[in-house]
């Protein structure tokens, strides 16, 4: 990592830092305001906040008979489709570092920590892409592995890849959720990022 990587990663921290939740509330209960200007940082950013909007919605209120839902001996179930979400989140969150995202590893974290910590990872992303200029987003690569088993993958990538595989996903927990008699609420307002008092 070169000196502007480290200084840019280190501006990255303090933002994903000082942009945390107040009083130990998750983030994405509503979307955030949009960018004042449109720019390839804040466009990212904000198809961001949409998946961490959607995320939280999607996953607010579960059951365990909704976690362990499986809509066929092949799926995944919802909580595995959850983890896959929470996995693709850390690498995303990864490329805004230029960190290498390595094979998965098996920790085993509650439902609720695995939610929170993907919403956290989701808003840091958000922050730093919003604050990036181009050159910087540009910069953004998604690396696999190490030494030579290393693959990188440009941050266009990052678009058609993981977050657009999330946003599948939510679809895909909603659907599960409403199959196991635990529907999406009808007081979200996907277009606005707003909850119908």
């Known amino acids: 990592m070169n000196s502007k990587h480290k200084i840019a990663a280190v501006i990255l921290l303090y933002i994903g830092i000082t ?3 107040v009083h130990g509330q998750i983030p994405y209960y509503e979307i955030p305001s ?3 200007k449109i720019s390839a940082g804040g466009v990212a950013s904000r198809m961001i906040d949409g998946l961490g909007f959607r995320f939280y919605w999607a996953t607010e209120g579960l059951r365990s008979e909704d976690l362990s839902y499986k809509p066929g001996a092949d799926a995944r179930t919802c909580l595995e489709t959850i983890e896959h979400i929470h996995g693709m989140s850390i690498t995303l969150l990864n490329t805004t570092t230029h960190t290498p995202t390595l094979r ?3 920790s ?15 808003k840091t992303i958000s922050d730093r892409f919003r604050a990036s200029t181009d050159t910087q987003l540009e910069s953004y690569s998604m690396i ?9 993958y440009a941050f266009w990538n990052q678009l058609n890849g993981p977050i657009a595989d999330c946003l599948w996903h939510v679809g895909q ?22 909850i119908r008092k």
């Open 19 to 21: 942009s945390s939740p």
């Open 104 to 106: 998965k590893q098996n």
């Open 34 to 36: 949009a960018p004042e």
């Open 144 to 152: 696999f592995g190490s030494g030579e088993q290393k693959t990188e």
């Open 108 to 122: 085993k974290i509650s439902f609720e920590e695995m939610k929170t910590q993907t919403l956290m990872n989701l």
């Open 173 to 194: 927990i909603v659907s599960m959720r409403r199959a196991s008699g635990n529907p999406f609420s009808d007081k979200v307002n996907v277009l606005t990022g707003t």
